[in-house]
């Protein structure tokens, strides 16, 4: 990162103001006085002083909302060398991690942060958070079907918590529904339907809580807005 970026971004001053400051012989990098403007520096390793005084970026938690494509994993890396969720965010400076997952296959609204306490919280069965997807399966379900799925199927040996399905549109093979749950394990609504003999063709999530995916186009990013921190905060996530 450049000198001057770095330290307008630990509020010295304007980007401006920083290079005249360093033009004056007022900065030093490990000890040493820097005086040229260009020089870079790594914030992780390199110790800033300005006036005789050590600056740091203050920690400033991030809340990204992605729209996740099929075909990206939901890690900070991959040992197999497949795309992750992070390469579509790469131009955010702090380093931030999925919220939950999503799927490989599986595309939509995928929460990012650094805040460790609200991954934490988020994630944890006993908040409840209500996540809406939209998918696609084959057949139409029957009455029966959306019943038991409504009221928790077995799968790998538990018993899923109450769940919200509905019937959006119906073809001659396949059909449009939306599914509403709050836990989150493994492959569990492609496993629900599955269960109910309607496996999933396509699934995308739209929805965690009031977060909503809206228009955001797939692979594309945003900060979330004020009102969506202000629940995350209100309910403590």
């Not at 920690?59 to 990204?64: K, T």
């Not at 079907?145 to 790998?156: P, Q, S, T, V």
Request: glycine fraction near 6%; aromatic fraction near 6%; include cysteine.
């Amino acid at each position: 990162m450049r000198l001057q970026k770095y330290m307008a971004r630990c509020g010295i001053a304007s980007r401006r103001k920083c290079e005249e400051i360093i033009i004056q012989n007022r900065v030093k990098v490990n000890g040493a006085v820097i005086n040229e403007l260009g020089a870079k520096i790594d914030p992780d390793n390199d110790i800033i002083e300005v006036d005789n005084t050590i600056i740091k970026i203050e920690n400033q938690n991030i809340y990204v909302v992605l729209n996740k494509p099929v075909g990206y994993v939901t890690t900070v890396s991959d040992e197999f060398k497949r795309p992750t969720v992070i390469d579509l965010v790469s131009n955010i400076e702090q380093r931030i991690y999925p919220v939950g997952r999503l799927d490989y296959d599986t595309s939509g609204l995928l929460l990012l942060t650094n805040d460790g306490n609200l991954t934490y919280k988020f994630t944890h069965p006993s908040h409840e958070i209500i996540k809406t997807y939209i998918a696609k399966i084959k057949g139409k379900p029957s009455l029966q079907a959306l019943e038991n799925f409504r009221n928790g199927l077995k799968i790998d040996g538990y018993t899923t918590a109450k769940a919200s399905i509905k019937i959006l549109k119906s073809y001659t093979y396949s059909s449009i529904v939306e599914i509403k749950i709050h836990e989150g394990r493994n492959r569990q609504i492609r496993k629900m339907c599955e269960k109910i003999g309607n496996p999933v063709i396509d699934l995308k999530r739209t929805a965690m809580g009031i977060i909503q995916l809206g228009n955001l186009k797939e692979g594309k990013w945003r900060y979330v807005s004020d009102r969506e921190l202000k629940y995350l905060k209100k309910n403590q996530l």
